[in-house]
């Protein structure tokens, strides 16, 4: 059975701190897909990355970068400079591309992140 | 841009009432979610349509159904509220484009729905 863990529940950073949100995976496939969304105070997921199990090249988008580890299962983002606007829910979830169950997104509880000015 | 709509941003019902929750994506996906939102669960898949008039059970799919009679509409039934469904309610669409390669692709949401069920 696939799991996402976020194990920070609440980060709060001042801002131009940088700060970074981990995520830990389980799954027995060795394809699967792993994504982070924002969820700011207004409510709609805003999706942010997508990763496929085979590319374990570091993303790097802005002040926005994740670090993909198949050996530690971890998936962990990072945001760089910390800005007021980035205080928002964040969740990072996991797929698996197969089974049958390739549509099925499994997300983990989220971090809440506030930047203080 | 994908665009995910649902009927109403806030909902109060009363328990024991009939609820629908609508969807509406503008991108032609195929496949369609529904999932609900609560302090510190996270978000938990309800149902899911890959196909009109096709559906199937997520996780939490007890005290739900479902209606996709047109493919850019998935709807959320409650038949009969109750106060543990008061929540945040969250609908999804994604292509199966490159499904046949193998490649998954990203779900988007709509804004969600918050539904207080007295």
């Known amino acids: 059975a696939q799991k996402v863990t976020q194990a920070q529940t609440e980060i709060s950073v001042v801002e131009k701190e940088d700060v970074t949100l981990d995520c830990v995976y389980e799954t027995r496939d060795t394809t699967y897909y792993l994504f982070w969304y924002k969820q700011p105070p207004s409510g709609e997921l805003v999706f942010l990355i997508r990763?496929?199990?085979?590319?374990?090249q570091n993303e790097i988008s802005g002040r926005y970068s994740w670090n993909f580890q198949k050996s530690t299962s971890s998936f962990n983002f990072t945001i760089t400079a910390s800005q007021v606007v980035d205080s928002a829910v964040y969740f990072c979830a996991l797929s698996e591309a197969s089974g049958g169950s390739n549509y099925k997104l499994t997300f983990g509880k989220g971090t809440l992140l506030t930047v203080n000015p | 841009d994908v665009k995910v709509t649902q009927s109403s941003r806030y909902l109060v019902k009363r328990t024991g009432e009939k609820v629908f929750l609508e969807c509406v994506q503008d991108m032609d996906h195929e496949n369609m979610f529904w999932y609900r939102q609560d302090p510190g669960l996270g978000l938990r898949l309800i149902y899911f349509?890959?196909?009109?008039?096709?559906?199937e059970k997520g996780d939490i799919p007890e005290g739900y159904s479902v209606s996709r009679e047109k493919k850019e509409r998935f709807s959320l039934i409650l038949e009969s509220a109750s106060t543990n469904q008061t929540s945040m309610y969250l609908c999804?669409?994604?292509?199966?484009?490159?499904?046949?390669?193998?490649?998954?692709?990203?779900?988007?949401f709509g804004p969600g729905t918050r539904l207080l069920v007295l």
């Open positions: 999804a669409s994604s292509s199966n484009n490159k499904i046949l390669a193998g490649v998954l692709e990203t779900q988007y």
């Open positions: 349509s890959y196909d009109v008039k096709m559906k």
């Open positions: 990763r496929n199990s085979f590319d374990e």
